[in-house]
């Protein structure tokens, strides 16, 4: 079993173009609290071992975020489906935590009713929201970033991840080369402002 990196979040998301904010906004939070975002998109599609290798990723952090507000059809499955392997992995293998995000109160009691009791976090479709979120569950007492400098860096980012997109000709930021060269700017953003020392800089690979 592999040791949990303390500073590794998995991030399990819709990969829908409408969650690209919502994405990168999660992303720029973490960076900003010297968290390292880890998702799926690391794991090249069609490989044997998929499910072991999304098992073992997540095995690999500590916490992990769940965006459970993608309710449209048709149904996505991949979301409650990686919960559930968190849950899982902190019933047996824990501790880990897991966070739960929802764009709207009280629908998870009717989408999810087995998880009655753990409270989301509810962002409304907002990615400056979604930023507070992130910054509420994971965020320390002390040494805690100004909320404004945080919003600033994931809009600055949203920005980054459109030019990202037209240079790499692609509809969509979820694809692997789009999802590393996005970190990469970001820690180097962090590190430029302040948010983390230059040695924490460094990559999801």
Request: charged content about 25%.
């Amino acid at each position: 079993m592999p040791i949990p990196d303390e500073n590794s979040v998995f991030i399990n998301i819709p990969y829908d173009k409408s969650y690209e904010h919502i994405f990168v906004s999660i992303i720029a939070a973490l960076i900003s609290i010297g968290r390292m975002p880890r998702c799926t998109l690391e794991i090249a599609e069609g490989g044997q071992g998929r499910l072991t290798r999304i098992h073992d990723l997540l095995e690999s952090c500590r916490v992990s975020i769940h965006d459970l507000s993608c309710v449209k059809t048709p149904v996505r499955f991949n979301m409650p489906f990686e919960l559930g392997l968190a849950c899982a992995l902190d019933r047996f293998n824990g501790p880990h935590s897991y966070i739960l995000l929802e764009k709207k109160n009280y629908r998870l009691d009717k989408t999810l009713s087995d998880i009655k009791g753990r409270d989301p976090y509810i962002y409304g479709g907002s990615m400056l929201k979604v930023v507070q979120c992130v910054l509420d569950a994971l965020g320390k007492k002390e040494g805690q970033p100004e909320m404004t400098r945080v919003r600033k860096l994931a809009v600055d980012l949203w920005q980054i991840a459109k030019e990202i997109k037209k240079n790499n000709k692609v509809e969509t930021i979820f694809n692997r080369t789009s999802y590393y060269r996005l970190i990469s700017v970001g820690v180097e953003y962090a590190v430029k402002r302040g948010f983390i020392p230059e040695s924490n800089g460094g990559n999801s690979s």
